[in-house]
């Protein structure tokens, strides 16, 4: 039976041991067999759940950074408001409802979204039917125009190396396939870059480095583009400012499990180092903040309370719970971290500080 286990089997006998980038990128995002091919990835029926599919706040507050940093920029006429991996489309049409409190926002606004799974793209078409709507496999040159980009969830999903120190010098891990099993390797000749000769200093023998490559040269293009034409990008997603150790992690039904064993029907992520995310560009950016900080700091507290309102029962509860899961330390608010990316010369967006 042809499945992809049988493809990896086949091609790490055919040209020896794989990138594990290679190995993730096609659990992900393989044409056939590919995770994110299938229908549903997340929400309650899927295998794990994200903000904006806990809560409309989520967006709702995220809009409102977005459209002061809009005003506090001069208003703009015409501007790009993109996502990265908008999933189901929800944080997009939270975000775009919201902002109908200001049209002059909506008339300036060209959406773009960022969208590799075409299941995911026809969800996202149902769910946005109300606006015009440009997807796109990577991110185009939006040359000239202002660029205000979210991503919530998207980088933790692309593909990384992990490598492994050992004296003063680092080896990339592969994919290899032995005794029925796939299992780590280890490339013979070690990788040298500028980001693993910065890792040096702070790692010991026997650490594990990891590099996301795509994420970098996506928040660099990303980042250069703010700073020469205007705009915002707010990241979030779960991770720290600098990584150390094997972070990836594979997660079916809710529950974790492990990343070999059914390559295709598992969700593989990794932590987000967002110091690459922040300093790969020559954008200015804010200091990393906890979403519990965050989502605090642009009035979560007073939407939930107003949104309880017209709520009772079961649906209050829920609506108490969703509040607790996006801000509580022991839920996501400690564990998601955003950060902002804004031009030199513009305020810090709200909720972010320098
Ligand atoms: N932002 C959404 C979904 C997060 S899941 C939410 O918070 O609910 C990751 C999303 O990124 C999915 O939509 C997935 O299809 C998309 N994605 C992952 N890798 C991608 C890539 N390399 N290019 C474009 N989209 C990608």
Redesign the pocket.
């Known amino acids: 039976m042809t499945n992809l286990k049988s493809i990896l089997i086949e091609q790490i006998n055919a040209n020896g041991p794989m990138p594990l980038s290679d190995y993730i990128q096609q659990c992900?995002f393989h044409p056939i067999y590919g995770y994110?091919l299938k229908e549903p990835v997340?929400g309650i029926d899927g295998d794990f759940t994200?903000?904006?599919?806990i809560s409309q706040m989520f967006g709702e507050l995220l809009a409102l950074s977005i459209l002061q940093s809009w005003i506090d920029q001069g208003s703009p006429s015409k501007i790009i408001l993109a996502e990265l991996?908008?999933?189901?489309g929800?944080?997009m049409v939270d975000i775009l409802r919201t902002l109908k409190i200001h049209p002059e926002f909506i008339n300036a606004t060209e959406i773009h979204l960022?969208?590799?799974?075409p299941n995911?793209r026809s969800v996202q078409k149902k769910t946005l039917s109300e606006f015009d709507v440009f997807w796109h496999?990577?991110l185009p040159s939006f040359e000239g125009k202002p660029l205000f980009l979210i991503a919530?969830?998207?980088f933790d999903?692309?593909p990384i190396e992990q490598f492994l120190k050992q004296g003063n010098n680092f080896f990339r891990r592969t994919v290899q396939y032995l005794n029925d099993n796939f299992t780590y390797g280890l490339e013979k000749k070690p990788t040298i870059n500028k980001v693993l000769k910065n890792r040096l200093r702070d790692t010991s023998d026997g650490d594990i480095v990891e590099l996301n490559m795509a994420a970098a040269k996506i928040s660099k293009n990303i980042g250069d583009h703010i700073n020469n034409f205007g705009g915002l990008a707010i990241f979030i997603d779960y991770g720290d400012w600098r990584s150390l150790g094997d972070t990836l992690q594979a997660v079916k039904n809710h529950e974790y499990c492990d990343i070999f064993t059914s390559p295709g029907e598992v969700d593989i992520t990794a932590h987000v180092d967002f110091e690459i995310l922040a300093t790969n560009s020559e954008c200015t950016f804010s200091k990393l903040t906890t979403q519990g900080v965050l989502l605090e700091r642009l009035g979560i507290t007073e939407r939930a309370k107003n949104l309880a309102k017209n709520l009772n029962g079961k649906d209050l509860e829920s609506h108490i719970y969703a509040h607790r899961r996006l801000t509580h330390p022991n839920e996501m608010g400690a564990l998601f971290k955003a950060l902002s990316l804004f031009p030199k010369q513009s305020s810090c967006p709200p909720g972010f500080e320098r």
Do not use: V
Request: aromatic fraction near 12%.
């Open positions: 992900l994110y997340f994200t903000a904006p599919e991996g908008p999933g189901k929800t944080m960022i969208e590799a799974s995911l496999n990577e919530n969830e998207f999903a692309l």
